[in-house]
């Protein structure tokens, strides 16, 4: 039996986060500088999106650059945001043809002037897809985002617009950037490395982890049905035993 054919549809994780790493180490395996495994993940990234729409999956977000990315050497953070314009540019097509939505989340506008203007363009060229939305997660920072809400909820309440005692956990989760977006159910890091570096805190608080060891350029649409796989055998409980599951 193929691993396709083991997914059960009808209980598919509504939205997958990814956390795409180990295109360096997988680089320097191949005796090439860590560029050649960005420029390789992009093949992963299209393969994992095309197979999640066809699956049925309604959004997937990719964590594509962290603000501590910024800390990486100057040439590999420049040649990462050129391939960053490239592949949006060069993307677009694919993403119409199977009816994906972009959509991006992170302090944004400190990304490279070009960048931001290819991320707005694909993201105006893909507004009106309804099949599936694909979220970069783009100069992200989990504490970043979480701290922005913190702020814009107190500017609210000091201009009299909302009361602190009205701020629940809805009330907090729409003043994060994935404000409509559904909490992610699984979580997926790629090349063995098992924490969560700053991704989606408040979101992942319920999500299933799984990690891969195997690198991101190497990870194919066999790789991500075994993630799901893995995800339909789990029992998610809420705080619950499983026997009040059982019974409901």
Do not use: C
Request: no cysteine; charged share 25%.
């Amino acid at each position: 039996m193929d691993l396709k054919s083991q997914i059960n549809l009808d209980a598919l994780p509504k939205h997958i986060a990814v956390i795409m790493d180990g295109n360096g180490r997988w680089a320097k395996q191949h005796g090439k500088p860590r560029v050649f495994g960005h420029r390789n993940g992009v093949k992963s990234v299209r393969e994992v999106t095309e197979a999640a729409a066809e699956l049925g999956v309604q959004y997937v977000t990719l964590y594509a650059f962290s603000t501590e990315n910024w800390n990486r050497p100057q040439l590999e953070v420049t040649a990462l945001m050129t391939l960053l314009v490239e592949t949006l540019r060069k993307e677009i097509n694919t993403l119409n043809k199977n009816n994906i939505r972009l959509k991006a989340i992170g302090d944004l506008k400190k990304l490279p002037s070009k960048t931001y203007k290819a991320l707005l363009e694909g993201i105006e060229n893909t507004k009106n897809n309804s099949r599936m939305t694909l979220v970069l997660a783009l100069n992200y920072s989990a504490k970043w985002d979480i701290l922005q809400a913190t702020r814009k909820l107190a500017d609210a309440v000091a201009q009299q617009e909302l009361n602190s005692e009205s701020i629940d956990e809805t009330v907090f989760s729409n003043a994060l950037s994935t404000q409509g977006i559904p909490d992610p159910e699984l979580m997926i890091r790629t090349s063995g490395e098992a924490r969560i570096s700053n991704f989606l805190l408040w979101q992942l608080a319920y999500a299933e982890l799984y990690f891969s060891p195997i690198f991101w350029p190497e990870f194919r649409k066999a790789n991500l049905y075994e993630a799901i796989i893995d995800f339909q055998r789990r029992e998610r409980r809420f705080g619950k035993t499983s026997e009040q599951l059982i019974k409901s």
